[in-house]
């Protein structure tokens, strides 16, 4: 069966701003106020991937958002961490208030067909013991 799941909307907050420093499980929990985190114009839908490998006997988890961004204007002088809400309305947090941080890196992609037009492409890594946590 196939299970739709795309990223429908992507927010971001200085992790500087997260109510907590690391996460302590991998149970759902609820952020106040992340409902007011601005969000991230991109086209939609987003692509999540999240990919795990055991490495000296530590499992980790690695995040990688992909997004399409109409221009170049997105903030990359602080660290960042990114709300990501699914079809489904499912939301998961990406990076938390300490090291490691998510990781930006930003393309200009200038298309090889005249009907499509030139965009920027960011991809914003993450890697942690702990897979991304579920947010009600």
């Known amino acids: 069966m196939k299970r739709l799941s795309f990223i429908t909307k992507v927010q971001r907050v200085p992790v500087s701003e997260l109510p907590f420093e690391t996460l302590t499980c991998n149970k759902t929990f609820s ?3 992340s409902d007011k985190w601005p969000k991230v114009k991109c086209q939609r839908p987003a692509k999540l991937e999240i990919t795990d490998k055991l490495e000296d006997g ?3 988890y690695t995040h990688k958002l992909t997004l399409r961004l109409p221009d170049d204007d997105l903030d990359t ?3 960042y961490a990114y709300l990501v809400t699914d079809l489904e309305s499912n939301k998961y947090l990406i ?3 300490d090291r490691p941080y998510p990781i930006i890196n930003m393309s200009d992609i200038h298309p ?3 009907g499509s037009s030139t965009f920027v ?3 914003i890594q993450w890697i942690y013991t702990r897979k991304a946590p579920k947010i009600a």
């Open 58 to 60: 530590v499992r980790l």
């Open 121 to 123: 492409e960011a991809v």
């Open 112 to 114: 090889d067909s005249l």
């Open 31 to 33: 952020i106040p106020g």
């Open 95 to 97: 990076g938390v208030g």
């Open 77 to 79: 002088s602080v660290p």
